[in-house]
C-alpha cells in the first residue's frame, strides 16, 4: 500500500491524460442536477468534489451511496456511475435505475459489468486502470468526476492547473509530509482516533476516516464543525483518555468556524489531553483537500506498519460478498 501512496503524483498526472483524451457527450437535454453514485474507494472521490465545486457548479450535486436513486431522477439528471471494479452491486443497481428512469449517465470504471452496460447502451465510458485496492486510485475516480462536470458544461477548467499544483507540492513537500505523517502515526498508536473539520472537508475527514479502518484496521470516528457543537460536544462530558483527537484545519476556514474549534479544544482538554492539529497547505481548496489526503493517508499505512499488519488485506468485506452471493438475488 506504502507503493500505491508513494505514486498518488503520478497516478493524478496520469489521471490527467486520462481526462483529457476521454470522449464525454454534450448533455441530450439541459442538466438540471448531478448524481454521483458510488461507494467505498469509489465513491469517496464523489464527497470530495461535490464540496470543492459547491460555489461553481449550477445545478445541485447529491452524493449517492445505496442501490436505489432519488426521486427526482429523470432525464434532466446527470448520473455519473464510479466503480472502480465495476461490479459493486450496490452501484449496478443504481445504474439500472438511472437507465430505466432515462437519465444521463456517464461512467467511470476499470471494467465489469459497469463497462458492459456502458457500451451496451453507447453511455460515456472512462476507463481507468485497474488491479489494485480501489481505495488506492482516488486520483483517478476523482479526476475524472472533474472532468465529466467540465465537458457537460457544468464547472469551468481551472481544476486542471489546480490538480498540477497539487502534484507540485506533493513532490517538493514529500519529506515534509511524511515526517508530519509519522508524528500523527506516533500520537494516534493505541489510541481511539477522533477527527473533526470544517464544513467544507466531510469528505476528507471521511477519506481519513476510511483509510484508518481499512488500512490500519481500527476503529474510528468522525464529526464536522458546526454540526457537532449541536450534539456529540455534549458526549465529552466524562474522561476519554483512550481517545485521540486530530482537527484537520485550513487557514481558509470561515472565522467564526477556527473561534470554535478554539473552544472547543478548550473543552475536550478538559476530557483527554491528546489533542492535535493538520494544517492544509495549497491556494486552492483542491489543493488544501489533496494535501491533506496524502498526509493522512502516510498516516493510515505507518499505523499499519506499527501494528505489523497487512494494510491491503481486506478479508473482513471478502467474507461479507461472499455471503452476499450465497443468498443470491430476491
Known amino acids: 500500500m506504502k507503493d500505491l501512496v508513494q505514486r498518488f503524483p503520478e497516478q493524478l498526472e496520469e489521471a490527467l491524460r486520462i481526462g483529457e483524451q476521454a470522449s464525454i457527450s454534450r448533455p441530450i437535454r439541459p442538466i438540471r442536477n448531478v448524481i454521483i453514485t458510488g461507494l467505498g474507494g ?151 482516533p477522533v477527527i473533526y473539520a470544517v464544513d467544507g472537508y466531510n469528505g476528507v475527514a471521511t477519506r481519513f476516516r476510511q483509510q484508518i479502518n481499512e488500512n490500519s484496521k481500527m476503529l474510528c470516528w468522525h464529526h464536522i464543525i458546526p454540526e457537532m457543537n449541536h450534539n456529540e460536544l455534549v458526549g465529552w462530558a466524562e474522561q476519554h483518555e483512550e481517545c485521540a483527537v486530530v482537527i484537520l484545519r485550513n487557514s481558509t476556514d470561515y472565522y467564526r468556524s477556527q473561534a470554535r474549534i478554539e473552544i472547543n479544544k478548550e473543552i475536550i482538554a478538559q476530557r483527554t489531553p491528546h489533542i492535535r492539529e493538520i494544517w492544509s497547505r495549497g491556494d486552492s481548496m483542491l489543493e488544501r483537500s489533496l494535501y491533506l489526503v496524502h498526509l493522512t493517508d502516510w498516516v493510515s499505512c505507518y499505523l499499519a506498519d506499527r501494528k505489523a499488519i497487512d494494510a491491503v488485506e481486506v478479508n473482513v468485506i471478502n467474507h461479507l460478498k461472499g455471503s452476499l452471493a450465497k443468498l443470491g438475488e430476491r
Open 42 to 192: 469509489s465513491g469517496i472521490g464523489g464527497t470530495i468534489v461535490s464540496e470543492i465545486i459547491a460555489n461553481e457548479c449550477p445545478v445541485p450535486v447529491t452524493v449517492n451511496k445505496d442501490y436505489f436513486l432519488p426521486a427526482f431522477t429523470g432525464p434532466e439528471t446527470l448520473v455519473i456511475v464510479s466503480s472502480y471494479s465495476g461490479n459493486t452491486e450496490e452501484t449496478l443497481q443504481a445504474m439500472d435505475v438511472a437507465l430505466e428512469k432515462g437519465a444521463q449517465i456517464s461512467c467511470i470504471t476499470s471494467g465489469g459489468s459497469v463497462a458492459e452496460r456502458a457500451r451496451e447502451h453507447r453511455l460515456d465510458l472512462v476507463l481507468i486502470p485497474g488491479g489494485n485496492p480501489p481505495r488506492s486510485c482516488l486520483g483517478y475516480s476523482l479526476t475524472q468526476l472533474f472532468f465529466i462536470l467540465h465537458k457537460k458544461g457544468l464547472i469551468g477548467g481551472a481544476f486542471v492547473a489546480q490538480l498540477r499544483a497539487s502534484i507540485d507540492r506533493m513532490r517538493m513537500e514529500e519529506a515534509a509530509i511524511k515526517s508530519e505523517a509519522q508524528e500523527v502515526t506516533d500520537f494516534l498508536f493505541g489510541k481511539l
